[in-house]
């Protein structure tokens, strides 16, 4: 038997450990509160501190002594006018968080013991959390950049690169000076287009990167906005040995990753509507590899950061 990988072999957070600390509505109305008013309750409307307590529908309500304003942890938040009590999303953000792969809203229905529908809306407000965490981020020194295709044909439909059912992806993984693979990008394009490589170069890669690339045209364009640029050419080899070349070899790995998890646990998607949030998911996890322990705590901590979302915006199409 070969050495243990011990990022796979992480503990990670055990279900039990996770159910004490989060078990409850009222620890879950605890660690939202911590998060929003880490000094305690302030009006929003009005900023005043004093206020009283009480409960309401299942939630914790607040009403401010000044303005006498009501309001709850949750409102201006993803979570807010949600029916379902707290336990159930902290259940779904842990699930989601802890999977090795992907969880499908089918499946999370299962867990959750709601409706299909119920469970669709909780998977891609969160999906769309991590999204808008992972939009910033920025790439440095050491990148892999590699371009790939989204989805599959349809019957009757375009073949190839023409289907109407395939998104142009592109992705990149920063990498240690010796080669370890740190963090990674992936996300939708409007096309293989230099326009389009050089909007989401100027908003993912910081001005000193180093980047590597195949020989695709649109990556010239790198160079152009004073990237130091290194084509790696395929050579004679075989499809795998180009993949394993230096500079490709941690993007084709991540790819290969990614893919196999969609392609693996979701039977279809609106791949040209939704593929923002789905590759953001895998994104994020990915990111956030090293600390499985802590992973659903970033998460919820991040939960008052994000304004509501109703399902009608939700149902709209993610722009690239």
Request: net charge positive; proline share 3%.
């Amino acid at each position: 038997m070969g050495a243990t990988n011990r990022l796979q072999y992480q503990k990670g957070l055990p279900l039990t450990a996770f159910l004490r600390r989060y078990g409850t509505d009222d620890s879950c109305f605890d660690a939202l509160e911590r998060q929003r008013w880490p000094n305690g309750f302030v009006c929003p409307r009005c900023g005043c501190a004093e206020h009283r307590r009480f409960h309401r529908g299942g939630q914790r309500m607040f009403a401010c002594a000044g303005c006498r304003r009501q309001t709850s942890v949750i409102v201006g938040t993803i979570l807010q006018g949600t029916k379902l009590r707290l336990t159930k999303w902290f259940l779904a953000i842990y699930l989601l968080t802890q999977t090795k792969t992907n969880l499908a809203s089918l499946e999370l229905m299962r867990h959750l013991h709601v409706s299909y529908n119920a469970a669709w809306r909780i998977k891609h407000k969160l999906m769309q959390l991590m999204a808008n965490v992972e939009s910033s981020r920025q790439l440095h020194d050491l990148v892999e950049i590699d371009d790939a295709y989204l989805g599959g044909e349809r019957n009757g439909g375009k073949a190839g690169r023409g289907s109407e059912n395939k998104v142009p992806i592109i992705a990149a993984v920063a990498k240690t000076m010796d080669g370890r693979p740190l963090r990674a990008i992936i996300s939708p394009l409007s096309g293989f287009t230099k326009a389009a490589v050089a909007e989401w170069a100027q908003r993912h890669l910081s001005p000193n990167c180093e980047v590597y690339t195949d020989g695709l045209s649109c990556f010239r364009v790198l160079g152009e906005l004073g990237y130091a640029h290194t084509i790696i050419q395929p050579g004679s080899g075989s499809r795998r040995d180009a993949c394993r070349a230096d500079g490709a070899r941690w993007v084709n790995v991540f790819l290969s990753n990614v893919k196999r998890a969609i392609d693996g646990r979701y039977h279809a998607f609106a791949f040209r509507k939704y593929a923002k949030r789905y590759l953001a998911e895998a994104t994020w996890r990915f990111n956030r590899r090293l600390g499985l322990a802590d992973i659903a705590r970033d998460f919820i901590e991040s939960l008052t950061s994000m304004a509501p979302c109703p399902e009608r915006e939700l149902r709209r199409r993610v722009a690239a």
